[in-house]
């Protein structure tokens, strides 16, 4: 059980956020949301890191990892803003002020290998800490998991993703897939079934819908329920050849490799060189991946027949151990 939630029949609300989706509804009023906000706050586990009011380590610790993504300053600029918003209107609701309701399903424009993936998992953390989430994992599925092969089939295996989802994220990634068959293809009873669970299970689970930016702006034309029910839009844009540079090396220290310096400047400058050129599936930092991957078995390739190799021998790669692989 997430610890935000206590043993009830439900006959009260089982936390902080869904305190302020009962005031703002009317179903409390202020003094009974002052009592029922204190007696969350007694029975939340004093000291444990996901309880109401007890997690400011965790959360510096999950936007501390956020801020150490490469680039992505419009997503950094949202999560500070919903940040800030979560915390007022938790001090509204103290001081019996009326509170507000924001709808945090999102829509992710990018390319792959723009960080999409990374941060709705980082979102959903942030959001778990914060008690808007009472457990902030992330479900990740495609069309496939979602669209059936007989009627009915869609609807079911779409129910039973978000079911999944709920107390989560559920992340729908190349979305616009779901919409490309036309009225008589499954994928539309897909995101029918989608939009009807914004409503079934409001304030239950977050619904971020990715794709590429075009197919994704002609999947938010494609359905007039949609657009309306998505307010927040990120843009993830492509990296630039010294942000590709930046994401290497932090990919090469979490591997415990290192470049030596005419590979860091040949390997600037090559990226530099290709940018704009990539194709569509291939840049960003999948590219740097699979770059560095190969590198990585040129690397063993040249040192395996030399003997007493030292730590940093086995931490060095080169330029050879790229250039035969451009």
């Known amino acids: 059980m997430p610890a935000s939630v206590l043993p009830s029949d439900h006959s009260d609300p089982l936390s902080t956020r869904e305190v302020l989706h009962w005031l703002e509804s009317g179903r409390l ?9 204190a007696r969350i706050e007694r029975h939340a586990a004093p000291g444990r890191p996901d309880a109401p009011g007890a997690s400011p380590d965790r959360i510096d610790h999950i936007l501390a990892e956020l801020n150490n993504l490469v680039g992505l300053a419009e997503v950094k600029q949202l999560v500070a803003e ?6 007022i209107q938790s001090r509204r609701a103290a001081v019996g002020l009326r509170t507000e309701s924001q709808m945090l399903h999102m829509v992710f424009k990018g390319a792959p290998g723009t960080g999409k993936t990374t941060v709705a998992r980082v979102l959903g953390r942030l959001l778990q800490a914060l008690d808007v989430l009472p457990k902030g994992h992330l479900v990740e599925v495609e069309r496939a998991d979602l669209v059936g092969e007989y ?10 993703a978000i079911k999944r989802a709920l107390g989560g994220i559920l992340f729908v990634d190349e979305a616009y897939a779901l919409a490309r068959g036309g009225d008589k293809d499954f994928g539309k009873e897909a995101i029918d079934t989608l939009v009807a669970a914004l409503e079934n299970h409001r304030d239950e689970f977050i619904l971020i819908l990715a794709g590429y930016p075009d197919e994704m702006a002609w999947l938010m034309a494609s359905n007039p329920g949609l657009l309306s029910r998505f307010p927040i839009h990120l843009t993830f844009p492509d990296y630039r050849p010294a942000e590709l540079v930046a994401i290497c090396r932090l990919m090469l220290e979490d591997r415990q490799y290192h470049l030596d310096a005419e590979a860091q400047a040949r390997l600037t400058q090559y990226l530099a060189s290709r940018a704009g050129f990539w194709h569509a599936n291939a840049g960003n930092a999948r590219l740097v991946r699979n770059l560095l ?10 040192l395996s027949p030399l003997p007493n190799l030292s730590r940093s021998d086995l931490m060095l790669l080169t330029w050879a151990d790229f250039e035969g692989s451009l």
């Open 29 to 37: 009023t202020p003094d009974a949301a002052l009592r029922h906000l």
């Open 293 to 302: 991957e190969r590198a990585i078995r040129q690397q063993a390739v040249r």
């Open 151 to 160: 009627i009915g089939h869609t609807a079911q295996k779409t129910r039973d």
């Open 82 to 87: 919903l940040r800030a918003f979560i915390d």
